[in-house]
């Protein structure tokens, strides 16, 4: 193991309901314009579900031209969200073309894609068993945003592929706290010495029948008929619950030396990781247990500034991620 290997940040990548590079996102936040948008499926006017934080249909197309391969034969939506993004954040990095590096990495977290109520009755006999020998059959006949066929491993797999990272390759699932593990595990291989680039993030898309009635039972959904973009109100005594989005967030990781060699410019260091779980309740974690937080920084740099980036305590997982903002070359 390698000691002593700091790790930094050196490229971001988005696809959002806000727009699709970072500074479009930036600029619209500090605005204060919603991304939140009515939502339109088809026969979704008795929906409870009525706000979602959609990707616009001209950012969509945007992303499809971008990558009418990957469109024509995957056609998910998180996976071409994620190769998006992916391929933004290395871009901001400074990497060009396909990497072809073993020591470059690829750490995603995903959901568990979409499921489609249309597969399942296209199969379905007339007394409503399964027909597994006409669903053998007629495979390819499935939709390509299926989940039978888009793995949770498919947005971390593809981006290796397409920009040559045949290093550490890794999908974390673990619902709200998926993204930020990825983004601890992927410091944690840097700083171990298993990888010196890791491509981490996380991509999903949950606008779906099924995926958002999983929130409404859950009773965690927004399901307000206001203003849909006055639903997302986390901090309000009026809210009425999380709104629903897709759309990906992925940052390039890199040991701080070979980033210095490149030349590469550096948003912040990250200087701790820890991940905990109350085991209490999916949707909410235990109420005294608030001590199991982040591990302590580098105790050898006294005089570093660290913040804790926390994720929104709606699960029962907590991912604490430290930051140093003590990098001479430090874009913040």
């Given at each position: 193991?390698?000691?002593?290997?700091?790790?930094?940040?050196?490229?971001?990548?988005?696809?959002?309901?806000?727009?699709?590079?970072?500074?479009?996102?930036?600029?619209?936040?500090?605005?204060?314009?919603?991304?939140?948008?009515?939502?339109?499926?088809?026969?979704?006017?008795?929906?409870?579900?009525?706000?979602?934080?959609?990707?616009?249909?001209?950012?969509?197309n945007t992303i499809?031209?971008?990558?009418?391969?990957?469109?024509?034969?995957?056609?998910?939506?998180?996976?071409?969200?994620?190769?998006?993004?992916?391929?933004?954040?290395?871009?901001?990095?400074?990497?060009?073309?396909?990497?072809?590096?073993?020591?470059?990495?690829?750490?995603?977290?995903?959901?568990?894609?979409?499921?489609?109520?249309?597969?399942?009755?296209?199969?379905?006999?007339?007394?409503?068993?399964?027909?597994?020998?006409?669903?053998?059959?007629?495979?390819?006949?499935?939709?390509?945003?299926?989940?039978?066929?888009?793995?949770?491993?498919?947005?971390?797999?593809?981006?290796?592929?397409?920009?040559?990272?045949?290093?550490?390759?890794?999908?974390?699932?673990?619902?709200?706290?998926?993204?930020?593990?990825?983004?601890?595990?992927?410091?944690?291989?840097?700083?171990?010495?298993?990888?010196?680039?890791?491509?981490?993030?996380?991509?999903?898309?949950?606008?779906?029948?099924?995926?958002?009635?999983?929130?409404?039972?859950?009773?965690?959904a927004a399901v307000?008929?206001?203003?849909?973009?006055?639903?997302?109100?986390?901090?309000?005594?009026?809210?009425?619950?999380?709104?629903?989005?897709?759309?990906?967030?992925?940052?390039?990781?890199?040991?701080?030396?070979?980033?210095?060699?490149?030349?590469?410019?550096?948003?912040?260091?990250?200087?701790?990781?820890?991940?905990?779980?109350?085991?209490?309740?999916?949707?909410?974690?235990?109420?005294?247990?608030?001590?199991?937080?982040?591990?302590?920084?580098?105790?050898?740099?006294?005089?570093?500034?660290?913040?804790?980036?926390?994720?929104?305590?709606?699960?029962?997982?907590?991912?604490?991620?430290?930051?140093?903002?003590?990098?001479?070359?430090?874009?913040?």
């Amino acid at each position: 193991m390698k000691k002593n290997r700091k790790v930094v940040v050196t490229g971001l990548g988005v696809a959002t309901s806000l727009g699709l590079s970072v500074e479009e996102n930036w600029q619209k936040l500090l605005a204060g314009e919603s991304g939140i948008r009515k939502l339109d499926l088809p026969g979704s006017e008795k929906s409870p579900v009525q706000a979602v934080g959609t990707v616009s249909s001209n950012d969509w197309n945007t992303i499809r031209e971008s990558f009418i391969e990957d469109a024509d034969l995957e056609g998910e939506r998180r996976t071409l969200f994620a190769l998006w993004a992916a391929r933004a954040a290395l871009n901001d990095a400074g990497f060009v073309g396909n990497e072809n590096s073993s020591r470059y990495g690829v750490i995603m977290a995903a959901g568990l894609g979409i499921n489609r109520l249309e597969d399942i009755q296209h199969w379905a006999n007339k007394d409503n068993t399964f027909d597994v020998r006409r669903f053998g059959s007629e495979l390819s006949d499935i939709h390509k945003e299926s989940i039978i066929r888009n793995n949770s491993n498919r947005p971390s797999a593809l981006i290796a592929d397409r920009f040559g990272l045949s290093g550490y390759n890794s999908t974390i699932t673990t619902a709200c706290a998926s993204a930020s593990q990825a983004i601890g595990t992927g410091y944690r291989a840097i700083h171990r010495g298993d990888a010196d680039v890791i491509v981490a993030g996380g991509a999903d898309s949950m606008i779906n029948p099924v995926g958002l009635v999983f929130f409404v039972l859950l009773k965690a959904a927004a399901v307000s008929s206001d203003d849909p973009s006055e639903a997302c109100r986390p901090f309000d005594r009026k809210r009425s619950g999380l709104v629903m989005g897709e759309g990906s967030g992925i940052v390039v990781l890199e040991e701080e030396s070979h980033a210095l060699q490149r030349g590469a410019d550096i948003y912040a260091e990250i200087a701790g990781y820890a991940s905990t779980m109350d085991a209490f309740k999916v949707t909410a974690p235990h109420p005294p247990a608030t001590a199991r937080s982040a591990p302590d920084p580098d105790a050898s740099r006294p005089s570093a500034r660290y913040s804790t980036a926390r994720m929104p305590r709606i699960c029962g997982v907590r991912a604490p991620i430290v930051l140093s903002s003590t990098l001479s070359r430090s874009r913040w």
